[in-house]
């Protein structure tokens, strides 16, 4: 499904980057990718808001097509303001409003609803702007939104069908932990494959995360300042084993149909779910079962679609599930 990505780039620096070089999107139902989206082409502009989303979709997006949204959030709202005139971000209760006056709430009272506390616009010429925008938008019947925002599915499935709503699109997904977009500098190689296994038997090296098979190996170590945290960002280290194997890592890691040759030396901009020390990439299955979807796969099962044979909650057990799939070492503690 061919997509644009939409950015603000205030709140993810690399997110530009990343989807120019790695244009596929998985789309997921259940915790099963079920299609992709094709980022063609990417929108970032600073301080990103609603408006700016709605009006850039309506000139470069038609029928059954996708976007992808960036941005920062959290479990109540997309931390986009509604216009650049107002403060007033789109949480649950200003979607709710918007799609109450959109399907045919007392439109002799514009002033007042822009006015309200949940849409908090002084100009009732830019709220009915804004209206007409959601109203063409919603015309296109858009495929799959992605928000990719932090947190957004934390609550549960009642704001993503909100959301559905307001976009008139056939599905829409968001995070239900930490979303970044980092810089990593992947440089660092072991000398031998001796010294890559005592990084991982060192002490005083901390928590690491090892991902792939020998030779292909590469050990990831993330930290977290205090500002990081404000930001939902982090900071990326890692060992590669050997010089093909962050090659193989991005390759299998990221999906792109454009041709990607890492070079020693490179930063590469990359994407991940990130959760208690544990950072998920696209293509990992936790990945998708990490995304909310609307509609649920609960309520309308989907003929590809396989059950899973054990429900999924990243509260209640994200880290025991990891733990038996990918290979992890906690360094923290002296044997």
């Known amino acids: 499904m061919r997509a644009v990505a939409f950015i603000d780039s205030s709140a993810h620096q690399s997110a530009e980057a990343f989807y120019n070089w790695c244009n596929i999107e998985p789309i997921t139902f259940g915790g099963t990718v079920i299609d992709t989206l094709q980022v063609s082409s990417t929108y970032a502009a600073h301080k990103l808001s609603l408006r700016g989303v709605l009006k850039n979709i309506s000139y ?72 007409e925008l959601i109203s063409d938008v919603r015309s296109l019947g858009l495929g799959h939104v992605a928000l990719r925002a932090c947190n957004l599915g934390a609550t549960g499935i009642a704001f993503m069908e909100d959301l559905k709503k307001l976009f008139n699109c056939q599905m829409i997904s968001g995070p239900m932990v930490k979303d970044a977009y980092v810089d990593w500098n992947a440089s660092q190689k072991a000398r031998s494959p001796e010294d890559f296994e005592k990084v991982l038997q060192d002490n005083a090296v901390g928590h690491l995360q090892v991902w792939g098979t020998a030779p292909n190996r590469v050990a990831f170590h993330v930290k977290q300042s205090p500002e990081q945290q404000k930001t939902s960002s982090f900071s990326l280290s890692s060992l590669a084993r050997s010089a093909t194997a962050v090659q193989a890592f991005l390759q ?84």
């Open 60 to 131: 470069s997006l038609g029928p059954g097509e996708g976007a992808v949204i960036v941005g920062h959030g959290n479990d109540h709202a997309l931390l986009l303001p509604l216009i650049k005139e107002t403060t007033q971000k789109l949480t649950r209760e200003t979607a709710v409003a918007l799609n109450n006056y959109l399907s045919g709430f007392d439109k002799r009272k514009a002033a007042d609803v822009a006015n309200s506390t949940q849409i908090r616009i002084r100009s009732k010429a830019d709220f009915l702007g804004l209206c």
């Open 252 to 335: 299998e890691q990221f999906s792109t149909t454009k041709p990607f040759t890492y070079r020693q030396g490179m930063i590469v901009p990359i994407h991940a779910f990130y959760w208690k020390n544990i950072i998920v990439f696209p293509n990992s299955k936790f990945y998708s079962q990490l995304l909310c979807t609307c509609p649920s796969f609960k309520e309308i099962p989907l003929p590809m679609y396989i059950p899973p044979e054990e429900s999924f909650t990243p509260r209640q057990g994200l880290i025991s599930r990891i733990r038996s799939n990918i290979q992890e070492r906690r360094l923290d503690r002296r044997s």
